[in-house]
């Protein structure tokens, strides 16, 4: 060994060992959290599927087309719910079968959604908020703590499981090289230890995807600014307000028409409901032509003067607008056809059983230690 490798190799192990305890660290403490975001972002994968298998009446439609007035949905879903209760969306089949969806909320209480048939206005059902779809929705997003940082606390999560991802590849990597024997199981190792290198190398790549989409969707306005440092970016939707004025609001039609005007024969994918006293209208459209997963055409209109504040279509899309719809794409796993929402569902998985695979392998070390350290103190008792 030539002095240049001998020098080198003190410095690989300390860095190694630095990178073993922030895999570690990261690991036994938010990675838990990240094991259960895994989870539920999982079968949020198929969240319509599994809504529909535990209750099959809400999506229990007599055909596709959507046959009434738009804003007649919010006023039969108003109805079903009763007094206190503030309508904040509705969701149109895009493309597909599928009820029609309005969003609403009580106070600071969880988010109720109302089905309804979309040829005849019908009320097919009335969630109570706590349903398991829903709860995931807001438990995958903000932790159920939407009102309180939770999106934040989510995006942090999502730091650490890049970092753990990454840092995981790195403690992979074999001291020797790649090689045949590298790829699969590894002779010697406990299985949770292969468990754990295996799985994890394999899964990592696309951990680190999920995760890294996640931080964007969390902290989508410092995302935004970054993207807009390389390349031109339309304006944040999240800051368009509407002029503070008397008047009284237009009905979700006349916003609508104001929509279509821009962009005609465009099919209304979904409405955003004004919010406060200078909240706007966001109409949400795919264009003809547009077979994106997620259409990005959008609307905001005044709901008192009808006038559009902001509007973003397929013409004035920027590469930077597209990299940014492309995170939630990807994050959703409707990419690949029906591959990416498979290999998104079982990724899902794989937070939870690093966890818990590399918390027996802790565990484990701990109990090699504890068991070497009797033998060490009865030897310096005897040189006393």
């Known amino acids: 060994m030539n002095r240049t490798t001998s020098r080198k190799a003190p410095r690989r192990i300390a860095l190694r060992a630095f990178w073993v305890q922030v895999h570690l660290w990261l690991g036994l403490s938010l990675g838990v959290v990240g094991a259960f975001l895994g989870l539920s972002g999982s079968l949020l994968v198929y969240d319509g599927e599994i809504d529909a298998w535990l209750h099959p009446a809400r999506y229990a439609t007599t055909g596709p087309g959507v046959g009434r007035p738009l804003g007649e949905y ?39 959604r109302v089905y309804l048939d979309p040829p005849s206005g019908r009320v097919l059902d009335v969630g109570s908020g706590f349903d398991l779809i829903a709860w995931l929705h807001t438990f995958h997003e903000s932790l159920q703590l939407r009102d309180y940082s939770g999106r934040e606390i989510v995006g942090a999560v999502g730091i650490a499981m890049l970092i753990s991802s990454l840092s995981g590849i790195y403690l992979w990597w074999p001291a020797r090289g790649l090689g045949v024997a590298a790829f699969g199981l590894r002779r010697g190792f406990t299985t949770s230890r292969n468990l754990h290198y295996t799985f994890g190398f ?8 999920l995760s890294f989409t996640g931080i964007f969707l969390a902290y989508q306005d410092a995302g935004r600014a970054v993207v807009a440092a390389f390349g031109a970016v339309s304006a944040s939707p999240r800051g368009v307000q509407s002029p503070e004025s008397p ?9 609508v028409d104001a929509a279509r005007e821009l962009y005609p024969g465009a099919a209304v994918t979904g409405i955003g409901l004004p919010m406060g006293p200078r909240g706007a209208y966001r109409i949400s459209l795919r264009e003809a032509g547009d077979s994106s997963p997620r259409p990005g055409t959008v609307v905001f209109v005044d709901p008192r003067t009808r006038a559009v504040l902001q509007h973003s279509g397929l013409a004035t899309r920027t590469r930077g607008d597209g990299f940014l719809t492309a995170q939630r794409v990807l994050h959703e796993g409707h990419w690949w056809g029906s591959v990416g929402p498979a290999l998104t569902f079982v990724v899902g998985f794989l937070p939870a059983t690093l966890v818990v695979t590399g918390t027996l392998i802790w565990l484990r070390s701990r109990r090699r230690r504890a068991d070497a350290r009797p033998i060490g103190v009865a030897a310096v008792g005897t040189n006393d």
């Open 74 to 112: 919010a006023d039969r879903a108003a109805q079903a719910l009763g007094g206190g209760t503030r309508l904040t969306a509705l969701r149109f089949p895009d493309g597909g079968e599928g009820p029609v969806i309005v969003f609403a909320r009580a106070g600071q209480g969880p988010f109720q």
């Open 247 to 255: 008047g009284k609001a237009v009905g979700v039609e006349r916003a």
């Open 202 to 209: 394999y899964g990592s790549i696309l951990l680190a995807m």
